[in-house]
Nanobody, 120 residues
C-alpha cells in the first residue's frame, strides 16, 4: 500500500499565492508520475498538472502561466506553486501517484485532498 498526504491548502485572497505539497510513503516500488487534480462543488474532478519521472510536465489550460508543478519523483514528492489565484480556482485539490509494483501492476493512489478557497 502507498499512502499519499497533501498539505498547504487554505484561504487566500484573489491574486494571492499558495504552495501545495504532496508526499507518498509506504510500500513504494516505482512511481512513474505524480500530479494534482481538483474538484469544485458541483463540478467534475479535473487534472490541474502532472509531472512524470522523466521530467515532462503538463497543465490544464486554465492554470498555464499561473501554476508551477515541481516533481521530486525519486523523493516521492510533488509540489504545486499556485500564483495569481482566482475565485474559480476554489476547489478541493487531490494528489495522485501513479505507481507500479514489482509484478508490473499499475495503480493510481489518491490523497484525501486539501481545500483551497480563493476569496474575491
Amino acid at each position: 500500500q502507498v499512502q499519499v498526504v497533501e498539505s498547504g491548502g487554505g484561504l487566500v485572497q484573489t491574486g494571492g499565492s499558495l504552495r501545495l505539497s504532496c508526499v507518498a510513503s509506504g510500500s513504494i516500488f516505482y512511481i512513474g508520475a505524480m500530479g494534482w487534480y481538483r474538484q469544485a462543488p458541483g463540478k467534475q474532478r479535473e487534472l490541474v498538472a502532472q509531472s512524470t519521472r522523466g521530467g515532462i510536465t503538463n497543465y490544464a489550460d486554465s492554470v498555464k502561466g499561473r501554476f508551477i508543478i515541481s516533481g521530486d519523483i525519486p523523493g516521492n514528492a510533488v509540489y504545486l506553486q499556485m500564483n495569481s489565484l482566482k475565485p474559480e480556482d476554489t476547489a478541493d485539490y487531490y494528489c495522485v501517484v501513479d505507481h507500479r509494483d514489482g509484478l508490473g501492476y499499475e495503480y493510481s493512489y489518491w490523497g484525501q485532498g486539501t481545500q483551497v478557497t480563493v476569496s474575491s
